[in-house]
């Protein structure tokens, strides 16, 4: 399995961005998705994370509200949506796949992760 994350940048606080993230060498409806951030000097953690179909979906409160995690199984792709930026929302972004139950535990740690796309927002 392997994830390509995009849609990674600068912006200015109440900006948007939107993240993609394609999987390629398995079925992608096996997996549970998930967006992970890690900002420098911090530990890693989850953002956001959907089941298999998107018919539940998961948002840490630092970004409820603000972000919208979503998939389009038909082209294999995870994305999340940033509205509302702020400067603690700077970071590395990762997406991540884990087997269906990745997505009640929270635990995508033994699943395939992304290199990683920068986000950085100035205040």
């Known amino acids: 399995v392997q994830l390509q994350a995009s849609g990674g940048g600068s912006v200015q606080a109440g900006g948007s961005l939107r993240l993609s993230c394609v999987l390629s060498g398995s079925t992608f409806s096996r997996y549970s998705m998930a967006w992970f951030r890690q900002a420098s000097g911090k530990e890693r953690e989850l953002v956001a994370a959907i089941t298999w179909n998107g018919g539940n979906t998961y948002y840490a409160d630092s970004v409820k509200g603000r972000f919208t995690i979503s998939r389009d199984n038909g082209v294999d792709t995870l994305y999340l949506q940033m509205d509302s930026l702020i400067a603690e929302d700077t970071a590395v972004y990762y997406c991540?796949?884990?087997?269906?139950?990745?997505?009640?535990?929270?635990?995508?740690?033994?699943?395939?992760w992304g290199q990683g796309t920068l986000v950085t927002v100035s205040s």
């Open positions: 991540a796949a884990g087997e269906r139950p990745a997505y009640w535990s929270g635990d995508f740690s033994s699943g395939s």
